[in-house]
């Protein structure tokens, strides 16, 4: 059964690993230690959340993106330890296109090859496919991050192409951009199965 995108809503997605709500400015305090402790996790950000400036201009976009229904951020629980773990979003969202962007992902460095990411792109992708009926969902990365690319195929993503000299960076360079995506036949006929099984 599909719904409209509603960007008012309280979308929650969780499982018995993982859960995922709405990002709120008041989760400023969850997040906080990774922007003071962990700041290399931006590295290779388009929006740096590095320092507490950072970290609240980062959240003040997210709800920014949220309030023009171009955005969904979400914030990341890990249900194993109880604590937070990141936090990832949809943008570009184009309802009467059916297609999205699945990005902004990050995770605390003990969280990071946990298999915690496999959990939160399995229900992600479910809602996106199953419920808000997307025909698309698209993925991009900075074509240097080796760790974000791999993981990204290993859930079955598809290489597209790359935008060269794509955009620029904080230090005033430009990055090319990888794109992937998976296709609603893709995740009907053979992903969402894949996936789960190794959950």
């Given amino acids: 059964m599909s719904t409209a995108f509603h960007p008012e809503a309280t979308y929650v997605l969780e499982d018995d690993r993982v859960l995922l709500r709405p990002l709120q400015e008041t989760d400023l305090n969850y997040l906080l230690s990774f922007a003071i402790n962990e700041p290399d996790t931006w590295n290779y950000s388009l929006t740096s959340a590095a320092g507490e ?14 309030a023009t229904g171009k955005e969904y951020p979400f914030i990341i629980f890990d249900k194993a330890s109880g604590e937070c773990a990141g936090s990832t979003r949809f943008y570009d969202i184009q309802p009467a296109h059916q297609t999205l ?13 946990s298999g915690l990411n496999k959990h939160c792109k399995f229900l992600l992708l479910q809602f996106a496919f199953d419920i808000l009926a997307m025909e698309r969902v698209e993925f991009r990365a900075d074509a240097r991050n080796q760790r974000s690319i791999a993981a990204m195929k290993s859930i079955g993503c598809t290489v597209e192409g790359v935008l060269r000299n794509h955009t620029p960076l904080a230090d005033g360079s430009r990055r090319d951009s990888i794109v992937l995506s998976i296709l609603k036949e893709e995740w009907e006929n053979k992903i969402r199965h894949d996936l789960k099984s190794r959950l």
């Avoid at 970290?55 to 993106?65: D, L, P, V």
């Avoid at 962007?101 to 090859?113: A, I, N, S």
């Fill in 53 to 66: 400036v950072g970290m609240r201009a980062y959240i003040k976009a997210a709800a920014n993106g949220r």
């Fill in 101 to 113: 962007q699945l990005g902004y992902t990050w995770y605390g460095e003990k969280f990071r090859g």
